[in-house]
């Protein structure tokens, strides 16, 4: 499988893992909002998603390193855990 391909599933992978847990958050706050779990379960999303995104980022420059021999490391910065 190119490397190409695995990019645009991971980056497939991270947009419906975005959706879902916006899902299950709104799932929860619906039908629990006295459940006082929700802040921690959004922070602990929020984290799980930038780590992913930052991920994706390296992996992305890397590709256009290899290709170009030019650094693009500042293009595709790394994401702030909350």
Same mark, same amino acid.
């Given at each position: 499988?190119?490397?190409?391909?695995?990019?645009?599933?991971?980056?497939?992978?991270?947009?419906?893992?975005?959706?879902?847990?916006?899902?299950?958050?709104?799932? $929860?706050?619906?039908?629990?909002?006295?459940?006082?779990?929700?802040?921690?379960?959004?922070?602990?999303?929020?984290?799980?998603?930038?780590?992913?995104?930052?991920?994706?980022?390296?992996?992305?420059?890397?590709? $256009?390193?290899?290709?170009?021999?030019?650094?693009?490391?500042?293009?595709?910065?790394?994401?702030?855990?909350?």
């Amino acid at each position: 499988m190119a490397d190409r391909e695995l990019f645009g599933r991971a980056l497939a992978a991270h947009e419906f893992a975005r959706e879902a847990m916006a899902d299950l958050h709104a799932h $929860i706050a619906r039908n629990h909002p006295d459940w006082n779990g929700l802040a921690d379960l959004e922070a602990y999303s929020a984290n799980a998603l930038s780590a992913m995104s930052d991920f994706l980022a390296d992996a992305k420059a890397a590709e $256009i390193e290899t290709a170009t021999g030019c650094s693009v490391r500042a293009l595709y910065p790394r994401r702030k855990a909350s």
